[in-house]
């Protein structure tokens, strides 16, 4: 048996469904043909608009570990490019694009794996959670690739929340995260910290307040309390994110979703800023 808790277990399977809308051709092209040129428009764009038409600060708030200076540089500008209404559509539309070329041969998966999904994400509890909560107020759809696509957005969002709390509860801010994230390993700063917008003195400042803190030795290398720190934060995600599994068949949900998960992820660059594993490598 796994040693690795189901809630993440389920979170490296249905991520890369949701995270094709970032990543796959297609996405980035209906994000485009929206008016949301650039890689950063159409993210900022496309993730914040559940939230509708919002300035910077929600944004920096809820998405937590990107530099302030990186998120209003793309919002409200946005806004100017394309209504919440239009990055949605796109975002639907790109996502849809992307799903069905990698799975267009395999309809009563993708019709089961959205059942099972979908059951999930009916019950979220988004009581705290923002951008949970923003995503559960947009329609469901129709079709079983679209209600695959959007079961899983709002699993990762109801978990990424949750992950924030976490964060928020260690008493650690959005840089500090990241340099504490990147000592551990299995994040690469020369891809993060500029992916996050923070400037090498951001980086080094926090470095110091996590040494002082007692949390990176003088050489940035992670202490035994930063280690428990990241097992305590994980645990805590884990169990805000599992309640909506409760009493569904976990072992169905793995088997079903993992071959989508696998097919989805040739989308996808490894290593990502998202931390995701890939899910050919579980």
């Known amino acids: ?40 428009r159409g993210y900022f764009a496309g993730r914040a608009a559940p939230l509708g038409p919002v300035g910077a600060a929600p944004v920096i708030a809820a998405f937590f570990n990107f530099a302030p200076s990186i998120v209003e540089r793309a919002v409200p500008d946005v806004w100017s490019r394309a209504t919440p209404e239009e990055a949605l559509a796109a975002r639907r539309a790109g996502a849809r694009a992307a799903l069905t070329e990698v799975f267009h041969d395999d309809p009563a998966a993708v019709a089961t794996a959205a059942g099972l999904l979908g059951t999930a994400a009916e019950r979220i509890d988004s009581g705290g959670r923002v951008l949970a909560a923003a995503n559960t107020a947009l329609p469901w759809p129709d079709e079983p690739i679209e209600v695959l696509w959007h079961a899983s957005t709002l699993l990762r969002e109801h978990r990424g929340d949750g992950h924030v709390a976490a964060l928020v509860t260690s008493g650690l801010d959005a840089v500090e995260v990241l340099v504490w994230r990147t000592a551990l390993g299995g994040y690469d700063r020369t891809g993060l910290q500029p992916a996050r917008g923070w400037t090498d003195d951001d980086w080094s400042a926090a470095a110091r307040r996590l040494t002082a803190r007692g949390w990176l030795d003088d050489d940035g290398t992670p202490t035994d309390l930063a280690r428990r720190a990241h097992a305590d934060v994980e645990a805590v995600t884990d169990r805000l994110a599992i309640a909506p599994w409760h009493g569904i068949d976990l072992d169905q949900v793995m088997a079903v979703v993992k071959p989508l998960a696998m097919r989805t992820a040739g989308l996808l660059p490894y290593p990502n800023p998202i931390g995701l594993p890939d899910p050919r490598a579980l």
Do not use: D, K
């Open 1 to 40: 048996m796994s040693s690795i808790h189901p809630a993440r277990q389920l979170w490296a399977l249905f991520e890369p469904i949701h995270a094709v809308t970032y990543f796959a051709p297609q996405c980035r092209a209906a994000f485009e043909e929206a008016g949301l040129r650039g890689f950063w």
